[in-house]
């Protein structure tokens, strides 16, 4: 844990990227002006669910049965200049485990940290923005040495007030085995249905291609496909949300995989009124920590 808190610390540094100049630009919600005057906002939520990875793997006798994620997540942002922002965003997992844990596991997830440094570009009706991003994971293994991965993400999208399209690539190192570098490609597409003025649904996709190379040699991974539906309900000051993924994981060494997740959570806004698409965008991250850290202790 101590390891964990030092790395995520280290990236505070970049909270320099967002010191300058006063909110102007991007379309604000029509309360801003009650909204303290504070030049920093955001939100932070906790969420907790239960989740199942590999519902047909065939190493079960060592890997935990389901898991139980609990996460807290937030992000800060700062207005940079008329048109543009920079958010600072994080999120820290622990994966509680069930099933056949009293046995020596493999391959199980124990806990992610995700940081990323977002720059977020607003126009009339809509906004681009690129990302940088780090994940770590820790993971169970069985007569060998836990694996930590260190990854790195890359990313841009365009987002609308309804839909938002990002486009990763990732890279991964396994510190007990450096000779490993992993490479990720995914696509996440997102898309919000206005219900009522206080219920929302979001539909979201979930696109990766995993593969593993170590020295001169390539190993074909995994391809994740993950498709969510979640509702969000305002309250006043703050929104729940409930919602569910099902996961189909394709590997050329085992049969295809299938899973699913259901949770909840309460999210917290706080400080002056963001851009709504700002909001959208950073309320409905792609989950690449999971992606990792599930495609780096299965592949």
Not at 257 to 282: A, D, M, Q
Request: charged share 20%; hydrophobic share 35%; no cysteine.
């Amino acid at each position: 844990m101590k390891q964990i808190l030092i790395k995520y610390l280290s990236l505070l540094f970049f909270i320099g990227f967002i010191v300058n100049t006063s909110y102007a630009g991007g379309k604000e919600s029509k309360s801003s002006n009650l909204m303290m005057a504070s030049d920093y906002y955001g939100s932070y939520s906790i969420s907790l669910g239960q989740l199942d990875w590999n519902k047909n793997s065939n190493t079960a006798d060592t890997e935990p049965m389901l898991y139980q994620p609990i996460s807290v997540d937030g992000w800060l942002g700062k207005k940079l200049s008329q048109y543009t922002e920079g958010v600072l965003s994080f999120k820290y997992t622990y994966y509680g485990r069930s099933g056949n844990t009293e046995q020596a596991e493999d391959d199980a997830l124990r806990q992610a940290l995700n940081a990323n440094l977002l720059h977020l570009r607003h126009y009339n009706s809509s906004t681009s923005f690129i990302n940088l991003g780090y994940v770590f994971s820790e993971e169970n293994e069985n007569n060998s040495s836990n694996g930590n991965m260190n990854s790195y993400i890359a990313s841009g999208g365009l987002a609308t007030e309804s839909m938002i399209f990002e486009l990763g690539i990732a890279s991964t190192a396994t510190e007990t085995l450096s000779l490993y570098a992993d490479e990720i490609v995914y696509y996440n597409f997102s898309f919000k249905l206005p219900i009522t003025n206080r219920i929302n649904l979001v539909a979201s996709k979930h696109y990766s291609e995993y593969e593993r190379k170590l020295q001169n040699l390539t190993y074909d991974g995994e391809e994740m496909d993950i498709s969510g539906l979640k509702v969000t309900y305002d309250l006043n000051n703050s929104f729940i949300t409930l919602g569910g993924d099902r996961y189909t994981v394709k590997n050329d060494s085992s049969p295809e995989n299938t899973g699913g997740s259901v949770y909840f959570s309460w999210t917290v806004p706080f400080g002056k009124l963001p851009n709504s698409r700002t909001s959208f965008i950073l309320d409905n991250r792609p989950a690449v920590d999971r992606v990792i850290g599930f495609g780096s202790a299965l592949n």
